[in-house]
């Protein structure tokens, strides 16, 4: 296993268009996070599934933001009608759930950029 | 709400010596994991050490230590030894014992002087 994938790692869209991003997890991990973050700051949280279902949206998750884990195995993030504000780095985590201090594995990122 | 403050944006030391990030949280909440991360230049984030907040002893893993202070909200990093490979953004992190998102601060950057 290799760890968390995401594609493409780079994206570079014009304003009012839409992107998807798509994040492999490690195989046997159940939860699927996606945080943002933006030049000089830390990763915010966007949102998690547990296999399918999606348990928890942060604010962060504009109507324009969605996401979906089909089948509970690679998960995709759709931005619709992009904006400048959008450009950051898209980070993918997964980890298996369990009691105590799990680890999120993270992936490389998926950077947007917003022309 | 949780926060976390890194309050140091930069941090250099000399190989093979010591130095300690310092990070602050807030919480209202006594059950919680605090972690130390490290993002590499154009790198994917991994784990450095973790402290589960009801373990009064401090995490070590190899040349990493914490200083864990709960009644303060303190949770510091100290880096023994440090070898050029250390250079990275480092973000302290907290997750709360019911809650699965991790909360991060805005790191400090390491850089290592040869």
């Known amino acids: 296993d290799t760890g968390v994938s995401q594609d493409p790692r780079h994206k570079i869209t014009k304003r009012g268009q839409n992107v998807t991003f798509r994040c492999d997890p490690i195989s046997e991990h159940n939860r699927l996070y996606w945080y943002r973050q933006t030049l000089g700051q830390g990763p915010e949280f966007l949102t998690y599934?547990?296999?399918?279902?999606?348990?928890?949206k942060s604010r962060l998750l504009s109507d324009r933001f969605s996401a979906e884990r089909p089948k509970g195995s690679f998960s995709t993030l759709e931005i619709q009608r992009t904006e400048q504000g959008d450009s950051a780095m898209y980070l993918c985590?997964?980890?298996?759930?369990?009691?105590?201090?799990?680890?999120?594995?993270f992936g490389p990122g998926t950077r947007l950029t917003v022309t | 709400a949780q926060t976390v403050t890194q309050s140091q944006p930069e941090m250099s030391v000399q190989e093979a010596e010591t130095v300690t990030l310092s990070c602050t949280y807030d919480t209202s909440e006594s059950d919680y994991y605090l972690f130390w991360y490290k993002q590499p230049p154009s790198r994917q984030m991994i784990l450095v050490i973790r402290q589960e907040a009801y373990k009064q002893q401090n995490a070590t893993e190899n040349r990493f230590s914490v200083n864990f202070q709960k009644a303060a909200k303190s949770f510091s990093l100290k880096i023994s030894d440090s070898q050029l490979g250390d250079a990275a953004m480092y973000f302290c992190a907290y997750r709360g014992s019911r809650n699965e998102k991790l909360t991060f601060g805005t790191g400090t950057r390491l850089t290592i002087i040869p």
């Open positions: 985590a997964s980890s298996l759930a369990g009691t105590g201090g799990y680890e999120q594995y």
């Open positions: 599934f547990q296999n399918e279902a999606q348990l928890e």
